[in-house]
Nanobody
Framework: QLQLIESGGGSVQTGGSLRLSCAASGRTFRSYGMGWFRQAPGKEREFVVGISWSGVLTSYADSVKGRFTISRDNAKNTVFLQMNSLKPEDTAVYYC????????????????WGQGTQVTVSS
């Protein structure tokens, strides 16, 4: 079992940047693929980006390619999401999740979820 805690959300203007962090408990963090999801009011939760257990493989939603970057530091049990060139449509609650298949793919089964952190981008 993992406990995931997101941080780093906030309010920025269009074109700004934020760096989200997801701190995980547990000695088996290295075994998990990790993903970031987001959900806006009235919208379904959507996959944003994922990373494999090793950090070698990544998966990005088309809407964020070239703007967002995922990375992880297994020694620190932490995954990061660097968000640049933010747009109002990026406004959502962002959730960190863990995938025990280790792949961090969009259709992986994510078993553990953080509480979410709000990102608001003003126009």
């Amino acid at each position: 079992q993992l406990q995931l805690i997101e941080s780093g959300g906030g309010s920025v203007q269009t074109g700004g940047s934020l760096r989200l962090s997801c701190a995980a408990s547990g000695r088996t963090f290295r075994s998990y693929g990790m993903g970031w999801f987001r959900q806006a009011p009235g919208k379904e939760r959507e996959f944003v980006v994922g990373i494999s257990w090793s950090g070698v493989l990544t998966s990005y939603a088309d809407s964020v390619k070239g703007r967002f970057t995922i990375s992880r530091d297994n020694a620190k049990n932490t995954v990061f999401l660097q968000m640049n060139s933010l747009k109002p449509e990026d406004t959502a609650v962002y959730y960190c999740a863990a995938d025990n298949t280790g792949r961090g793919k969009p259709q992986s089964e994510y078993q553990y979820w953080g509480q979410g952190t709000q990102v608001t981008v003003s126009s």
